[in-house]
């Protein structure tokens, strides 16, 4: 017996449009059994992980906080997506954008006026383009696969990071913790509601990012070569685009946006620069980009939802003491959920038997006719 995946001739637009919130249902499902395996209520595990972050005002403002990276760094990805360069280094790239941001606060303390935030906004931005334009190219000049490429580059960034804060960058009146110097007033981000929550403007920026891509990929000739050269790149030749500018153009994208979500963390919900400045961030999009189809305005909604899983995950371990390892678990299932219902929609399942079999039960019918 062999199961095959055949492609269907025509795949459901209903079934393509429910498919996220299909993901979504199995994933509480299966998140309930699992609850149930660890000895917990799954009905007050899962209220505790998604409806009871959003009963406080505060609360709310602590899932536009964790949600504004999640979506700044996957629109930009469903960028890469689209235009087929698989970008998996974004978590890189998210870090040298809140290094190279840091550069001011950091080395020149005493340059204190309302430029600094600016530029250092301008410098996060440009340090996570930079970053992305090292796969691309390499990609587009010696062939090299991105997926690796990008992803090694993740733990390059990972161990600069943690070199530069306990080493050069670290705060001289730190009592030795490894940490640089709290940032002045002029480089923090400003937050949205002050009197009820601690959400910045990076939030601002992840909604207006969306809605600019939103509009570049559905209104403009740039959104058009994108999409062509990512569904059918020799099309995309005969049109005239070119694939080489196109991996470099998606790639400086979305390392731009990765590097703004950087630093707009570290001048916004952290203050300094740590050893460690994101959960996960940069791996997590990736899911956020196709939970909400690699459309930016699905992204937002795919956002909040992620973002609610951290935040429940925070939740449930203070209410019901389960693991962080818990939320990671979510994000998981809700990927293989996604790509899993993607996969039924455009591939069906069919069984057949082996060739082995077949010519087995042939000459079995052979010799019962000879007899």
Request: aromatic share 12%.
């Amino acid at each position: 017996m062999r199961i095959e995946l055949v492609k269907r001739p025509q795949h459901s637009a209903l079934f393509s449009t429910l498919s996220p919130f299909i993901a979504l249902a199995l994933t509480l499902a299966v998140g309930a059994v699992m609850f149930l395996f660890l000895g917990k209520n799954p009905v007050e595990a899962l209220y505790y992980f998604f409806i009871d972050p959003l009963r406080e005002t505060w609360s709310l403002h602590e899932l536009a906080v964790k949600a504004a990276p999640l979506i700044l760094i996957a629109v930009g990805l469903a960028v890469c997506y689209l235009s087929n360069n698989w970008n998996i280094g974004a978590e890189g790239q998210f870090i040298i954008g809140a290094i190279a941001g840091s550069l001011l606060p950091v080395m020149f303390p005493d340059l204190q006026s309302w430029t600094v935030l600016p530029l250092m906004l301008l410098m996060g931005i440009a340090g996570g383009a930079a970053y992305a334009a090292i796969p691309a190219l390499l990609k587009v000049r010696f062939n090299t696969n991105e997926i690796l490429t990008s992803l090694m580059l993740v733990y390059i960034a990972q161990l600069f990071l943690d070199w530069i804060v306990r080493g050069p960058w670290r705060n001289p009146e730190g009592f030795n913790f490894p940490e640089t110097r709290n940032f002045h007033a002029f480089a923090i981000l400003p937050e949205i509601w002050p009197a009820s929550g601690r959400a910045h403007w990076g939030f601002i920026f992840a909604l207006l990012a969306a809605l600019v891509l939103w509009f570049v990929l559905s209104r403009t000739l740039k959104g058009f070569e994108v999409k062509v050269i990512g569904q059918s790149p020799r099309a995309g030749r005969f049109a005239g685009f070119s694939r080489g500018r196109m991996v470099i153009f998606a790639f400086l994208v979305s390392g731009a946006l990765a590097g703004l979500a950087g630093i707009s963390e570290v001048s916004g919900a952290i203050g300094q620069l740590r050893p460690t400045i994101s959960p996960g961030y940069g791996f997590t999009a990736i899911i956020v980009a196709f939970l909400g189809r690699l459309n930016p305005l699905g992204i937002i909604a795919a956002g909040l939802v992620l973002a609610l899983t951290y935040l429940g995950g925070e939740a449930a371990q203070i209410s019901i003491g389960v693991t962080d390892k818990v939320a990671r678990s979510f994000q998981g299932m809700l990927l293989f959920f996604v790509l899993a219902c993607d996969m039924l929609i455009h591939y069906r399942i069919r069984f057949t038997r082996s060739s082995r079999a077949t010519a087995a039960e042939a000459k079995a019918a052979e010799a019962s006719s000879y007899a």
